[in-house]
């Protein structure tokens, strides 16, 4: 299997954060970048496990049922059931819980690695916002007179102004082409 490697490993200058927004989304990446190195690893114990635990019942149940009998004699009607038992509970059972375990994670991603680009884009408006003040007079934002009291400075306002305009932004579908 691929091995994932994480782009931080490299030693260039191009891997350093730009922004403490960057920053953040470099670290999610990261955490995501270990959870696939997770999975990967995860497959790969498992085969090794059903090598080693799966492999010689299977083998043990086949030299069983190979073994040649006498042709007075036939198996016995509860065999077959017997043998379905076994190959149910040593094979299709841990297969069937690693595989619901694998699509679980796959349903996951898909939410994460959304999560993790929502964030970044609603981050890089609100660190854009403060580095550039203009960027928000066309954002038509309104407070109360409730918040205006219940914030402790005006510079709190200011920040979840700016957090309300990152989010609609990302709520309104995000940058266009």
């Not at 670290?27 to 790969?44: A, C, I, P, Y």
């Not at 042709?71 to 069937?96: G, M, Y």
């Not at 690693?98 to 699509?103: K, P, R, S």
């Amino acid at each position: 299997m691929d091995e994932i490697k994480s782009a931080s490993a490299h030693s260039d200058d191009s891997s350093k954060p730009r922004t403490p927004v960057y920053a953040t989304f470099d670290s999610n990446t990261d955490k995501l970048l270990h959870l696939l190195q997770f999975k990967v690893r995860g497959s790969e114990h498992f085969v090794e496990e059903l090598k080693r635990v799966i492999d010689p019942k299977v083998t043990a149940l086949c030299t069983e049922i190979a073994q040649p009998r006498s042709s007075s004699s036939s198996l016995p009607a509860s065999q077959p059931t017997e043998i379905e038992q076994r190959l149910s509970s040593d094979v299709v059972a841990p297969i069937h819980e690693f595989v619901n375990g694998w699509l679980t994670l796959n349903q996951w991603l898909p939410v994460i690695i959304v999560t993790i680009v929502e964030t970044y884009l609603k981050d890089v408006r609100v660190f854009q916002a403060q580095i550039d003040p203009a960027a928000m007079e066309s954002s038509d934002q309104k407070v109360t007179y409730a918040e205006v009291l219940q914030a402790q400075s005006i510079n709190d306002l200011l920040i979840e102004m700016q957090g309300r305009w990152a989010k609609n932004f990302v709520d309104d579908g995000g940058p266009t082409r």
